[in-house]
């Protein structure tokens, strides 16, 4: 599989008026407290809230009209998107997730017409599921991140950050599978190839660094996250994500869930933003002194709001919250401005 700046340039205008166009805006107090003009791009906004609605969008219009159906594997987003696409094109979409996933992703997708299945405790046995029902039941298979047009379809970020603001010198990306990380310096790099493209994760389970650190995919543990959108494997027959990630990543920061909820806290109280623990990792690096300040603009991408309010609450509240085996402390936010 290859990919150029054309594929995302045509992923432009197949998602045009359905998944397009967020805005770009100033996190003004943020900016401020931090020393650094930092940029928002509010994939919150997209109709699924989040910016998985473009990959899935791209690829499941382009499937031929011959196709039964869709399935996939995925942390709550991605399976959201093929749910919303698929119901637009009239499609079956089954979405195959590990049992670490939210239940408030659960009942987003169901919402939207598709069928659930629940396998295993990891991003790989739902892959093995979905993988399946394609081999069995003649479904197709929409990649989270290891599909060219999902990864084109993701890329169009990039395209529209450099539009609104040409002067950004770095992107904060959230980093997964690497469809998004991938897709928006592939289309950042191309405009600019002066521009720094940073992927940045959670410290336990984080999968692409792990194999790009090892110089192939591999697996790995998968934890309890409040980032858990960027939980679960690249798949170890990856074919494009990996590569773009390892080729076009200036740097990969890992941050840990201290420091995520901070970022949440900070967002809000701030902001007055809810998002998803994956959106503020670029922020959490920021914050914890992990990224250097910059006399050029940065960006980052919050890339969904699809969260369970309850744990929201009680970060924001406070409160001890409890992840798998970790036991994180509750902190109260206080504004330094």
């Known amino acids: 599989m290859t990919l150029t700046l054309a ?8 998602i045009k008026g359905v998944a397009d166009a967020t805005p770009l805006v100033p996190a003004t107090a ?11 791009k509010l994939e919150i906004c997209q109709p699924i809230g989040a910016f998985k609605l473009r990959g899935a969008y791209n690829a ?3 499937l031929p009209d011959g ?14 998107g093929v749910a919303f696409a698929a119901r637009q094109r009239g499609l079956r979409a089954v979405v195959c997730m590990s049992e670490l996933v939210p239940q408030a992703k659960i009942d987003g997708i169901r919402a939207l017409g598709a069928e ?12 093995a599921e979905s993988l399946r029902l394609c081999r069995d039941e003649g479904l197709t298979e929409i990649s989270p991140f290891d599909d060219p047009r999902v990864i084109a379809g993701q890329g169009t970020i990039g395209l529209e950050i450099l539009e609104q603001r040409p002067d950004v010198g770095t992107l904060l990306v959230p980093l997964s599978g690497g469809g998004l990380a991938g897709g928006v310096a592939l289309a950042a790099k191309a405009i600019n190839p002066a521009i720094k493209v940073i992927g940045i994760s959670m410290d336990r389970g984080a999968a692409m660094v792990a194999s790009i650190k090892a110089g192939h995919p591999i697996e790995v543990k998968e934890y309890a996250s409040l980032a ?28 840990t869930e201290e420091e995520i909820r901070d970022a949440m ?18 922020i959490a690096a920021l914050k914890a002194g992990k990224l250097p300040p910059s006399t050029k603009p940065m ?15 009680q970060i924001m509240t406070g409160q001890d919250i409890t992840l798998g085996d970790m036991h994180l402390k509750g902190r109260q936010y206080t504004s330094p401005l």
């Open 7 to 14: 594929e995302i340039l045509m992923a432009r205008g197949t």
């Open 30 to 40: 943020i900016s401020r407290i931090l020393g650094t003009e930092l940029l928002l």
């Open 60 to 62: 499941v219009t382009s």
């Open 67 to 80: 196709a039964i159906g869709v399935t996939c594997c995925s942390t709550g987003n991605h399976g959201r």
């Open 116 to 127: 659930i299945s629940i396998t295993g405790k990891s991003q790989d046995a739902a892959l």
């Open 228 to 255: 858990d959108s960027l939980g679960g494997g690249i798949g170890l027959q990856n074919k494009l994500s990996f590569q773009l990630c390892r080729d076009l990543l200036d740097d990969i920061i890992l941050v």
């Open 265 to 282: 806290q900070m967002l809000f109280f701030e902001e007055r933003i809810v998002a998803e623990g994956a959106c503020v990792v670029g």
């Open 299 to 313: 960006a980052t991408i919050l890339t969904g709001r699809n969260l369970d309010m309850q744990i929201f609450t």
